[in-house]
């Protein structure tokens, strides 16, 4: 900031006050100037600008609260005050292995100067945190450290979403594939037993002034779902026998990555009223994070009475989901009136 004062000449002591209009690529705001002319001195005045740091964020344009400008303010004798990190309490959301999830940390600072961040560091190796600035500025809100879960960097964990050994998309299932998903749902009961299915780490910010602040982090591990509304059901009503109904099924890939899926009979030898059409069985894509429905599948009854039974859908994702199909046949009767 450079200053270019113009004073009067005169023969006695004055005291020019003036606001001091401060301009910024980022905002406007306005601080009191005091001048102090000592009679004949005029020409080496004294400039006394407020010893309270800049306005507050909430008095200043928002777009200057988020200023990251190196240089902004001086560095130098720090002096007494706090440095603030917000969240207190970092709570990541249920997370599936292979889903990087990421949040922020956020510091203020009452310092009269600029604070140096030396390092960022978490008690966990899946809490991987970030800085993304080296300086804090006093009173500015700024986005300090972007915080990763990724339960992707402990291995015990990876191997009970892993899909190693799964029979490629558009073959019939296997017996393999029945043992895979059965050895999957026991390890993950034998993670949620011992509790290692969440994460409690303490990440610790170092300063240049020699001080520690510290965050707690929460987290945890979920499996992965296809059906987040609930259980999967194929509902064809009632139908008329000799006739068909048709039903469709929705499934959300909530991955990163595409998922192949294939709907197959758990006993695709066996007679059955329920008709699951060639490109099924052989296999469709689901992007990520994409919903996406499938079928139809189709109900053609030879006799009357309810009937149900159990489809698979064999994928990459969750390796095998069970859909219950429900459907009844029925005979038309005459109605008189």
Known sequence: LTLHLTLLPSTAPHVYTTPLMVLTNLTSFSLPLTVYCGGLDCDAPS??????????????????????????????PVGAGVLTLTPHLLSFPPTMPGTLVTKHLFGTSSHATRVHLVSIASSDPCIVP???????????????????????RRSPRDSLFSTAGLTSPGSPLAPSDLALHQRRQEAWA????????HFEATLTLHTALGQAYSVSVSASLRLPELFPQGEPTLDFGLTRIHSSSGAHLTITNPSDTLISVQLLHSEPHAPSPFYIPPDLTQGVNVCAHCTRQIGPVFFSPTTTGATN???FLKNNLTVLESIVALAEGGRPQPAFS
């Open 47 to 76: 400039l006394q600008l407020p010893t309270a740091p800049v306005p507050p964020p909430s008095q200043l344009d928002p777009t200057f609260a988020l200023a990251k400008t190196a240089g902004a303010f001086p560095a130098g």
């Open 130 to 152: 970030t800085l993304t600035v080296s300086h804090l500025f006093p009173a500015l809100v700024t986005d300090i450290a972007n915080i990763t879960f990724d339960p992707r």
């Open 190 to 197: 034998a993670v949620q037993a011992s509790g290692d299915d």
């Open 309 to 311: 039974t159990t489809l």
